[in-house]
T-cell receptor, first 108, second 113 residues
Framework: KNEVEQSPQNLTAQEGEFITINCSYS?????LHWLQQHPGGGIVSLFM???GKKKHGRLIATINIQEKHSSLHITASHPRDSAVYIC??????????FGKGTKLTVNP | DSGVTQTPKHLITATGQRVTLRCSPR?????VYWYQQSLDQGLQFLIH???????AKGNILERFSAQQFPDLHSELNLSSLELGDSALYFC????????????FGPGTRLTVL
């Protein structure tokens, strides 16, 4: 079993829809990262959080430490949001452990 | 543009060869991290350097080595290359240690034939 599980693996939405991507982890962590990887391969760090909720534009990330679960929400989705979204956790060591990613396609 | 640069962008080489991937962190960042992304394994942490010193090691093969130089750029050396080493190699940097946000470079795509 992977330490970091993401769901769904693939997600197709229509423009304007509200999107939720989930991340569950099995170890104690000090921080959780959400990353976005564009079709060209580049990776952008979206959020780093250790508790509560963060918002940036149309993106919202939440984390529940007790339940070992995080969600990434995208409001009013747009075709340019199409990308792979990757959850990564940092435990007691300084290493990041990555989920396998969620491929999001937003159709116009 | 994250401010992290990686060279080369693409590298095609043969099995058994040795290559060097280079990373320049964002100005002011002291940490450099190396990651490997292959189709079957996804993203995996390789190694972390902070101000020239190794801080953490992940799933890095003995055939691979890295270092961070006094000017803070870093190099990842891959030797005795195998087909399975074909992957995207990313470098990231952060201001301090791993508790800080990481900024990723564009990656180097390595193809071993």
């Amino acid at each position: 079993k992977n330490e970091v599980e993401q769901s769904p693996q693939n997600l197709t939405a229509q423009e304007g829809e509200f999107i939720t991507i989930n991340c569950s982890y099995s170890v104690g962590i000090s921080a959780l990262h959400w990353l976005q990887q564009h079709p060209g391969g580049g990776i952008v760090s979206l959020f780093m959080l250790s508790s509560g909720k963060k918002k940036h534009g149309r993106l919202i990330a939440t984390i529940n430490i007790q339940e070992k679960h995080s969600s990434l929400h995208i409001t009013a989705s747009h075709p340019r949001d199409s990308a792979v979204y990757i959850c990564a956790v940092r435990g007691g060591s300084e290493k990041l452990v990555f989920g396998k990613g969620t491929k999001l396609t937003v159709n116009p | 543009d994250s401010g992290v640069t990686q060279t080369p962008k693409h590298l095609i080489t043969a099995t058994g060869q040795r290559v060097t991937l280079r990373c320049s962190p964002r100005s002011g960042d002291l940490s450099v991290y190396w990651y490997q992304q292959s189709l079957d394994q996804g993203l995996q942490f390789l190694i972390h350097y902070y101000n020239g010193e190794e801080r953490a090691k992940g799933n890095i093969l003995e055939r691979f080595s890295a270092q961070q130089f006094p000017d803070l750029h870093s190099e990842l050396n891959l030797s005795s290359l195998e087909l399975g080493d074909s992957a995207l190699y990313f470098c990231a940097s952060s201001v301090g240690g791993a508790s800080n946000e990481q900024f990723f470079g564009p990656g180097t795509r390595l193809t071993v034939l």
